[in-house]
């Protein structure tokens, strides 16, 4: 017979019967295509990429003997072997037997599984009896018979253990940390626990952020706690380091090739894990031993790992020694005791009670007053709660031998002084009479203060005297009374607040008498941290605060789902951005125009509606449908409380004001304007007229606005009026309207009888301007004419703007014109503001050095162009040159050439 090892890495493999008859061809893999002729690549082990090479943990088309030199073969000829020669119980204390085996044994009936459950089907059942001779089978239904229950729970291994070897070994396992495949020859990390592969590089660093309190780190997958950081990439066994793979060897990616020899998870058990090296959870132990239930009454033959129960009470000792576990039997260790037992104090005031134990306990103290009385029986005991008898009394005849102050004892005293002896505890003790001198607490430590005072009993008295103290830190160094002193005197301190920052730099030392070099700070930081929901727990300290250390393992999501952010997610991380369109109902019924986000409400809807206005005047189109309402601007018109007025604001959104009507009273007076006093009911009020009247003179010239109930011009009306009242009188009638009307005017003044006398001259001679104001010469400075000496083309520039400036105002219906002149040093500004005033103009300048400008405005009716311009001014005005002194009795001069070309004829200075 053939024995094929299967070259899958699953646990159940069951061997097939071969398609050509022949028992040992090909059968761990799929058999050859016969449409190609070529080889199948098959998934489970066979030849593979058309080479003769045998692939799998077994020898695909080999029969599994021994070799010559004793060694079976192990998965191919050029890998390593197994010896088990010196060794013939190796199969059996490995658990893949339970029973002796001889060597004949496992050389006829070795099935090559590797302790694993292999299963013949019927056509090679015949064959392997005949040469397996004492081979025994290990599965199939006497597994579920073993293990029971447990059955489910391998198989779901089995299952495991197959899915991740192909996975590897096709390089589709995928890492839960970057997402991304795990391939065959990439560095890796697998959980012993949940049995998931991850990445090296991304496991490292999770392991640093997955931190937990106790120095730890997270497992992605089960969140099981790992103690330390993976250090190096090691195989599935964790002993080869870096391991290497091949993929003609047949072996899983990551996997060392040597035995796994880790401990089963099965409770109980003891042996290793006799696989090659591989992945996923090792595969129950099959070892049978003798099993013994958890109290030890029944013991039997069972694979190992199995648990026995007898189902009766466990009786075991307890813990505490004295009583045992009533409990039905159990595996592992007993509960403990719940019995107590009371103790008492040693006065035997309180009680209270301890756990069982068979030692009994000793007695405590309560730390109350001893009630007990001395052996005196006069005293009572000053201790507190305490073991074994009292102390004897100190007063006794025995034990006071000396008085006090301890100078004399009793004895000289009783002979001194004839006294009686002390007859017990209660008589006093005799007193010497001299000075205590027992050391006090206070004074230097090399000469301390003694008692002055005479033999006493009892605490000595206060120290009268006073002792030199110098506090630790300097600060104090003065006398102070001894019986102001609590201390020593070289442990004073003095009560000044240390006043230096700690090391923080924000907190103060504030320690009393300090004399600390460094001032380390305390307390705790607490300053809020970055996630807005911590805070730091570190001591306080320098510079800005950690970030926050709490982690989440919970998957992070947007509001719709769509967007993940993985566990560990830092605290205070916000929800990932997502692009998708938000899936919130909007109250105003319109789509979403936006993507998802996490805050509570959405941002306002920008879709555009046609709204009406607040007081329903006009309907405006294209208004963003966030906008709550528009104003047209108009009027409101709404009628107000009085039923007179209507709203003036402008159109407004909610009531209008319900306050009382001001609006003024639109009633008609007895002169023709209205009452303009606010809104009233009844007869408007008998109060003057308030409403402008236009008043003129006679010409026209002047004009003014007086008010209509204007006393000043009532004279000439009374007077008037009392003319016309004689023309009533006389049955004449009289219009008073407009007799008021016409007589209310303006007295001409003397520009009024000017202007009438150049228009009445102006008409007798026949001239068509009587205005002459505009032909005076105007006067300039001393200043304008060095500027037109020095550049009159600034002064011809300045002019024309101002001469067009004011042709402008004058054309202009507005009140003004300005223009701005471009920036200038001081002396050009002068210029203009002098050359403005001559036209009329007001001028200011304005910025700052050196963007300083004149802005210059021309007024309609007060500007205007002077008749005669600077540069013309300037050039009118012609000196003649100075008279030649002729002195007889001067000294003759020398007479010098001029050499210009003008030749000796004297030259007219025109500019002065």
Same mark, same amino acid.
């Given at each position: ?377 006069? &005293?009572?005991?000053?201790?507190? $709660? *305490?073991? +074994? #008898? %009292?102390? =004897? @009394?100190? !007063? /006794? ?51 301390? &203060?003694?008692?002055?005072?005479? $033999? *006493?009993? +009892? #605490? %000595?008295? =206060? @120290?009268? !005297? /006073? ?51 460094? &001032?380390?700070?305390?307390?705790? $930081? ?387």
């Amino acid at each position: 017979m053939s024995e094929n090892r299967g070259g899958g890495r699953g646990r159940g493999y069951r061997r097939k019967v071969p398609r050509d008859g022949r028992e040992g061809s090909n059968a761990g893999g799929e058999g050859r295509d016969e449409r190609t002729g070529g080889e199948k690549r098959g998934r489970r082990g066979g030849f593979r990429r058309g080479g003769n090479n045998p692939r799998g943990r077994g020898q695909q088309g080999y029969n599994r003997q021994e070799r010559e030199d004793g060694q079976r073969y192990e998965r191919s000829e050029g890998r390593k072997v197994r010896n088990v020669e010196g060794d013939p119980d190796f199969w059996a204390r490995n658990g893949v037997m339970g029973e002796e085996r001889t060597r004949s044994d496992m050389r006829g009936g070795f099935n090559g599984g590797r302790g694993r459950n292999y299963e013949f089907n019927e056509g090679e059942r015949g064959s392997t009896e005949g040469k397996g001779g004492g081979m025994k089978r290990y599965g199939g239904a006497s597994r579920g018979q073993r293990r029971g229950g447990n059955s489910e729970q391998e198989c779901g291994d089995v299952d495991l253990r197959a899915r991740l070897s192909e996975q590897l070994e096709r390089g589709l396992t995928e890492c839960m940390v970057c997402l991304e495949r795990v391939r065959q020859m990439q560095p890796t990390w697998d959980c012993h626990n949940c049995y998931q592969v991850f990445h090296f590089a991304c496991i490292k660093k999770w392991a640093k952020t997955a931190t937990t309190e106790s120095g730890g780190w997270r497992c992605p997958g089960c969140q099981v706690v790992t103690p330390t950081l993976p250090r190096d990439y090691r195989c599935f066994c964790r002993k080869v380091r870096n391991p290497e793979w091949n993929r003609n060897e047949g072996l899983v990616p990551h996997s060392c090739g040597e035995v796994c020899g880790r401990a089963r998870a099965w409770a109980g058990c003891v042996h290793r894990c006799v696989e090659l090296c591989h992945a996923g959870p090792c595969p129950p132990c099959l070892a049978v031993v003798t099993v013994e239930c958890g109290c030890g009454k029944l013991s039997r033959g069972g694979r190992c790992g199995e648990q026995l129960g007898c189902g009766e009470v466990c009786d075991r000792e307890l813990g505490c020694g004295v009583h045992t576990c009533q409990e039905i039997c159990h595996q592992g260790e007993c509960g403990g005791c719940e019995q107590v037992m009371e103790i008492g104090c040693h006065c035997g005031a309180s009680a209270k009670t301890v756990p069982c134990s068979n030692v009994p306990p000793p007695p405590y103290s309560c730390q109350a007053p001893c009630p007990l009385t001395l052996g005196c029986g006069h &005293h009572p005991c000053t201790e507190l $709660c *305490h073991q +074994g #008898p %009292c102390q =004897p @009394c100190n !007063l /006794t005849v025995d034990t006071v031998t000396h008085c006090p102050c301890g100078n004399n004892t009793v004895d000289q005293l009783y002979m001194r002084d004839s006294l009686t002896p002390r007859a017990n505890c209660l008589d006093p003790v005799p007193l010497c009479g001299e000075t205590c001198g027992k050391i006090l607490s206070c004074g230097s430590p090399s000469s301390p &203060h003694t008692c002055p005072t005479p $033999c *006493h009993t +009892g #605490p %000595c008295p =206060p @120290c009268p !005297l /006073t002792t030199s103290v110098r506090c630790r830190c300097g600060n104090m160094d003065q006398e102070l009374a001894c019986m102001q002193l609590t201390t020593r005197a070289d442990d004073a301190r003095c009560g000044k607040r240390c006043q230096k920052k700690r090391s923080c730099g924000k907190h103060k030392c504030g320690e009393l008498c300090c004399i600390q070099v460094e &001032h380390y700070c305390t307390l705790l $930081c607490g300053r809020l941290l970055s996630c807005s929901l911590h805070r730091c727990e570190q001591v306080c300290h320098r510079g800005n605060c950690p970030t926050c250390p709490m982690v989440s393992f919970d998957e992070l999501t947007c509001q719709c789902g769509s967007a993940v952010t993985f566990p560990p997610v830092a605290c205070g991380t916000k929800p990932p951005d997502c692009v998708e369109p938000c899936r919130r109902p909007h109250p105003c019924g319109h789509p979403m125009t936006h993507h998802c986000h996490s805050e509570t409400t959405c941002p306002p809807c920008t879709q555009l509606t046609t709204k009406l206005c607040y007081g329903g005047h006009e309907q405006r189109r294209n208004v963003a449908c966030l906008v709550e309402g528009i104003s047209c601007g108009k009027p409101c018109g709404a009628a107000t409380a009085c039923g007179r007025h209507t709203c003036t604001r402008p159109c407004h959104p909610g009531p209008c004001t319900t306050v009382t009507c001001t609006q003024p009273c639109t009633v008609t007076r007895p002169c023709g304007h209205p009452c303009a006093t606010p809104c009233h009911d009844g007869d408007c009020p008998d109060t003057p007229c308030s409403t402008s009247v236009k008043i003129s003179c006679d010409c026209g010239l002047r004009k003014a606005g007086v008010p209509c109930s204007d006393n000043a011009y009532s004279r000439v009306t009374t007077a008037l009026l009392a003319t016309r009242m004689q023309d009533v009188q006389a049955g004449n009638s009289v219009n008073l309207a407009e007799l008021t009307k016409r007589d209310r005017k303006l007295e001409c003044n003397d520009d009024c009888l000017k202007i009438d006398r150049n228009t009445r001259m102006a008409a007798a001679l026949q001239i068509t301007n009587p205005e002459l104001t505009s032909k005076i010469i105007p006067r300039y400075s001393e200043f304008s004419k060095d500027w037109v000496r020095r550049d009159a083309t600034f002064c011809t520039m300045v002019h024309t703007k101002l001469t067009d400036l004011v042709k402008l105002a004058k054309e202009s219906k507005q009140k003004s014109r300005a223009f701005s002149f471009p920036c200038m040093n001081r002396d050009k500004r002068q210029l203009v503001h002098e050359y403005a005033e001559h036209f009329g103009c007001e001028s200011e300048s304005y910025d700052s050095e050196p963007k300083r400008n004149v802005v210059v405005t021309a007024l309609r009716d007060k500007s205007g162009v002077p008749s005669v311009s600077l540069v013309e001014y300037v050039g009118k005005q012609k000196k003649a040159p100075p008279p030649a002194q002729v002195s007889s009795t001067a000294a003759p001069k020398p007479t010098f050439t001029p050499l210009a070309r003008g030749g000796s004829e004297p030259k007219i200075d025109w500019f002065g």
